[in-house]
């Protein structure tokens, strides 16, 4: 690089280029020019090389705005890219901080090294005259001569983004960020200046999630959307095949892949399996449907999203939803979900189950703490109860179905309540979960129209094994809904109704007595108690 003049005017004037934006006649944009005139890299051989733009990088500068989301295969230099672009936003103009949030530390370390390779090999004249750094600590850089900085954090970081003010913002693989990614993300987006530059970028991982609905939402918020399937990228080819499979000669007529394309292709079917399309996406709908650890089978919850109706009633202002009306000569179940309630806590659901088909009847799901809770699901059971026949009032007893069952001790009282283990209402453990939630995935694919509520659809999109191995609702999604249905549903189809006596009034059959406190409680009461 040839010795030039590196004061201040030199720079900002530099700095004007990165405005000149990219034309369809392949005349390269002013960063991609300033990127391969200063930028250095480490290619994929581990070599030290100039920063020149790829086709997809090229892509992102012709179309890029002041609000963007990326959607993309692995290793396509997105990230790299970005870093670059904003690096020499942060280097050639005054009082600019620029942020890139990472979804792990290892990522943010990552991510900073690049950013760090580029200042070393900036010539010594810049690093010594007016990019001298005050500040190079793990994930900071600062200019004080322009006044500038560059951060790298991460979004586990609850403060990440709050006090500062931002002129370019980098969030990367979105899809993967920790606990509550949409309000970190709303702290971020608050950090960022009017006129500012925003880029969310990620891999695809699943239908659900604060990046997946930024993906759906892009077009109404003015975000302009990018997507970037694998064969983009040049270097994935591998031996050619002739053998075409139809799923292959589809993608041949339709994006002129190459024999030695399709041959990496089958390459990645073998080595990622089933998360081929999420890591190796080719298809911005199909991507993210087929990505995730959703615990349910993609196919046939879309299938069956598609055929759902409106409900036939609608209460509480959407929150009570009634699918199938009380049938005189039918038995029901109405299985509740507590929760703490508050208007910022978890939702409380209950859905009523007609007991001999498993059909799904009605659902609430709402805000409720413990004893509104027990008012609106006596209700329900009250409501679904047919001569001789009353409902069958099930209630998880974990966490506050404690607080549920102790409200129908008192004030709420009703006649026909499950119990298990000598104790009112059903417990759900670590162990009997994953067994439930998978009764109800096989009953999802045999008999779809059982299911009527697209809300409860929904959450089973997002309900998910976390990398613990734990299941439950994805960041930010609930899955309230999914447990009152899963959770007693399967047990009562499989279990109670083949196996176990009635609850008194319920038709034949007779109650258990237990020995117990709690039994006097119900008995004292004249309330059926069902033991299993």
Same mark, same amino acid.
């Given at each position: 690089?040839?010795?030039?003049?590196?004061?201040?005017?030199?720079?900002?004037?530099?700095?004007?280029?990165?405005?000149?934006?990219?034309?369809?006649?392949?005349?390269?944009?002013?960063?991609?020019?300033?990127?391969?005139?200063?930028?250095?890299?480490?290619?994929?051989?581990?070599?030290?090389?100039?920063?020149?733009?790829?086709?997809?990088?090229?892509?992102?500068?012709?179309?890029?705005?002041?609000?963007?989301?990326?959607?993309?295969?692995?290793?396509?230099?997105?990230?790299?890219?970005?870093?670059?672009?904003?690096?020499?936003?942060?280097?050639?103009?005054?009082?600019?901080?620029?942020?890139?949030?990472?979804?792990?530390?290892?990522?943010?370390?990552?991510?900073?090294?690049?950013?760090?390779?580029?200042?070393?090999?900036?010539?010594?004249?810049?690093?010594?005259?007016?990019?001298?750094?005050?500040?190079?600590?793990?994930?900071?850089?600062?200019?004080?001569? @322009?006044? $500038?900085?560059?951060?790298?954090?991460?979004?586990?970081? !609850?403060?990440?983004? +709050? #006090? *500062?003010?931002? /002129?370019?913002?980098?969030?990367?693989?979105?899809?993967?960020?920790?606990?509550?990614?949409?309000?970190?993300?709303?702290?971020?987006?608050?950090?960022?200046?009017?006129?500012?530059?925003?880029?969310?970028?990620?891999?695809?991982?699943?239908?659900?999630?604060?990046?997946?609905?930024?993906?759906?939402?892009?077009?109404?918020?003015?975000?302009?959307?990018?997507?970037?399937?694998?064969?983009?990228?040049?270097?994935?080819?591998?031996?050619?095949?002739?053998?075409?499979?139809?799923?292959?000669?589809?993608?041949?007529?339709?994006?002129? @892949?190459? $024999?030695?394309?399709?041959?990496?292709?089958?390459?990645? !079917?073998?080595?990622? +399996? #089933? *998360?081929?399309? /999420?890591?190796?996406?080719?298809?911005?709908?199909?991507?993210?449907?087929?990505?995730?650890?959703?615990?349910?089978?993609?196919?046939?919850?879309?299938?069956?999203?598609?055929?759902?109706?409106?409900?036939?009633?609608?209460?509480?202002?959407?929150?009570?939803?009634?699918?199938?009306?009380?049938?005189?000569?039918?038995?029901?179940?109405?299985?509740?979900?507590?929760?703490?309630?508050?208007?910022?806590?978890?939702?409380?659901?209950?859905?009523?189950?007609?007991?001999?088909?498993?059909?799904?009847?009605?659902?609430?799901?709402?805000? @409720?703490?413990?004893?509104?809770?027990?008012?609106?699901?006596?209700?329900?059971?009250?409501?679904?109860?047919?001569?001789?026949?009353?409902?069958?009032?099930?209630?998880?007893?974990?966490?506050?179905?404690?607080?549920?069952?102790?409200?129908?001790?008192?004030?709420?009282?009703?006649?026909?309540?499950?119990?298990?283990?000598?104790?009112?209402?059903?417990?759900?453990?670590?162990?009997?979960?994953?067994?439930?939630?998978?009764?109800?995935?096989?009953?999802?694919?045999?008999?779809?129209?059982?299911?009527?509520?697209?809300?409860?659809?929904?959450?089973?999109?997002?309900?998910?094994?976390?990398?613990?191995?734990?299941?439950?609702?994805?960041?930010?999604?609930?899955?309230?809904?999914?447990?009152?249905?899963?959770?007693?549903?399967?047990?009562?189809?499989?279990?109670?109704?083949?196996?176990?006596?009635?609850?008194?009034?319920?038709?034949?059959?007779?109650?258990?007595?237990?020995?117990?406190?709690?039994?006097?409680?119900?008995?004292?009461?004249?309330?059926?108690?069902?033991?299993?």
């Amino acid at each position: 690089m040839e010795k030039v003049d590196v004061g201040i005017e030199t720079l900002l004037a530099r700095g004007k280029q990165l405005e000149h934006p990219a034309c369809e006649s392949g005349e390269e944009s002013g960063a991609a020019t300033l990127a391969r005139d200063w930028l250095k890299i480490r290619d994929r051989e581990g070599r030290e090389s100039k920063l020149i733009a790829n086709a997809v990088q090229l892509e992102f500068e012709r179309r890029r705005r002041q609000q963007n989301i990326v959607v993309k295969a692995r290793q396509m230099g997105m990230t790299t890219w970005v870093a670059g672009r904003f690096f020499l936003k942060t280097i050639t103009a005054p009082g600019v901080l620029t942020v890139q949030v990472a979804h792990t530390r290892e990522a943010a370390q990552s991510i900073f090294r690049v950013v760090q390779r580029f200042w070393e090999c900036l010539p010594e004249e810049f690093r010594k005259g007016p990019l001298k750094r005050s500040r190079a600590n793990v994930g900071q850089m600062v200019f004080p001569e @322009l006044d $500038s900085e560059f951060r790298v954090l991460t979004a586990s970081d !609850e403060n990440a983004g +709050r #006090g *500062l003010t931002v /002129q370019n913002m980098h969030l990367s693989e979105v899809s993967r960020w920790p606990g509550d990614a949409a309000a970190t993300l709303a702290g971020l987006r608050a950090a960022l200046v009017p006129g500012g530059e925003l880029v969310l970028e990620s891999t695809p991982y699943g239908a659900h999630g604060c990046f997946y609905e930024e993906w759906q939402e892009a077009e109404m918020k003015g975000v302009v959307r990018h997507f970037f399937p694998w064969w983009k990228e040049k270097a994935y080819v591998a031996n050619p095949v002739t053998d075409l499979r139809e799923d292959e000669v589809e993608l041949v007529q339709q994006h002129g @892949l190459t $024999s030695a394309q399709i041959g990496f292709r089958r390459g990645l !079917e073998a080595s990622y +399996r #089933g *998360l081929r399309a /999420q890591e190796f996406a080719e298809s911005a709908e199909e991507c993210f449907l087929t990505s995730g650890n959703c615990c349910f089978d993609i196919d046939a919850l879309e299938a069956r999203l598609r055929e759902v109706t409106e409900p036939a009633e609608v209460r509480k202002r959407g929150r009570l939803q009634l699918f199938l009306p009380v049938q005189p000569d039918k038995a029901y179940i109405v299985a509740v979900d507590p929760a703490g309630g508050g208007s910022e806590g978890d939702y409380a659901a209950v859905q009523v189950i007609e007991r001999a088909s498993g059909a799904q009847c009605a659902e609430l799901q709402q805000r @409720l703490r413990p004893q509104e809770l027990t008012r609106a699901a006596v209700a329900l059971a009250v409501e679904y109860s047919t001569p001789g026949r009353p409902a069958l009032l099930v209630i998880e007893r974990n966490n506050h179905g404690h607080g549920v069952l102790a409200h129908l001790q008192g004030n709420e009282p009703y006649g026909n309540v499950y119990g298990s283990d000598d104790v009112p209402g059903w417990l759900t453990t670590c162990s009997s979960k994953p067994a439930i939630v998978s009764n109800m995935d096989a009953l999802l694919v045999e008999e779809p129209g059982l299911f009527r509520s697209r809300r409860l659809l929904e959450e089973c999109r997002t309900f998910v094994t976390h990398p613990n191995g734990r299941l439950g609702a994805a960041n930010g999604a609930h899955d309230d809904c999914v447990m009152a249905m899963a959770s007693w549903r399967w047990r009562s189809r499989w279990r109670c109704g083949r196996s176990c006596r009635p609850a008194a009034g319920g038709g034949s059959g007779q109650v258990e007595r237990l020995n117990t406190d709690v039994h006097r409680w119900y008995r004292s009461r004249q309330i059926s108690y069902l033991k299993i």
